[in-house]
C-alpha cells in the first residue's frame, strides 16, 4: 500500500553555513565596522547581537537573503522581541523544526476533510499518509502544498 511522510525538517548543514556568510558579511560591511556584530547558532536558536536596533534588522536582510539562497524556508524562524543587553541589543529567533501536536492535528484534520480515500495517522513528529493509490496520494501533497501552514512542509518516504 502506497504510504507517504508529513514532515517539517531543515537541513542543518545549511543553517550552519548560512549562519557563517551572514558572519563574513557582516564583518566586511562598512556599516557594521567596529560595532561586533554577530550572529550565533546553538542548539536550535539562532543568536543575533549588535549595537542598535537599526543594525539587527540590518541583519534580518542579510540573514533572509542567505538563507534563501541556501534553500532554507524562512517560516521555520521565529523571531522574539528585541532585548537590551547592557550598551548592546540581541534577538533570539527559534528555529522550529519537526510538526508539533497542533500542527500534526491541523494537517490530518485538513486531509480528512478533503474526502479523498486515504488515511493519515501523527506519528511523534510527522504524519504518515496511506491510500490504495497513488494519484489519492499525490492529490494530497498538492493540496498540503496549496494551503498555508505556519511551517514548511516537506514529503518524505514515498513508497508504493
Do not use: W
Amino acid at each position: 500500500m502506497p504510504t507517504f511522510d508529513v514532515v517539517s525538517e531543515i537541513d542543518k548543514h545549511e543553517l550552519t553555513n548560512a549562519v557563517d556568510q551572514i558572519n563574513r558579511e557582516v564583518g566586511t560591511r562598512f556599516d557594521f565596522k567596529g560595532s561586533d556584530s554577530k550572529a550565533e547558532l546553538k542548539d536550535g536558536t539562532l543568536t543575533l547581537e549588535a549595537s542598535s536596533d537599526f543594525q539587527i534588522k540590518q541583519i534580518h536582510d542579510i540573514m533572509y537573503k542567505k538563507m534563501i539562497g541556501r534553500g532554507i524556508d524562512t517560516r521555520c524562524l521565529k523571531p522574539d522581541k528585541i532585548q537590551p543587553r547592557g550598551i548592546r541589543v540581541a534577538q533570539v529567533i527559534t528555529v522550529r523544526e519537526g510538526l508539533g501536536k497542533e500542527d500534526a492535528k491541523k494537517v490530518v484534520s485538513l486531509i480528512k476533510d478533503s474526502k479523498l480515500k486515504v488515511q493519515a495517522a501523527i506519528q511523534g513528529e510527522q504524519v504518515r499518509v496511506t491510500g490504495k493509490k497513488r494519484d489519492d496520494l499525490q492529490a494530497v501533497m498538492s493540496m498540503l502544498k496549496a494551503a498555508e501552514f505556519e511551517l514548511p512542509l516537506q514529503f518524505n518516504n514515498f513508497r508504493d
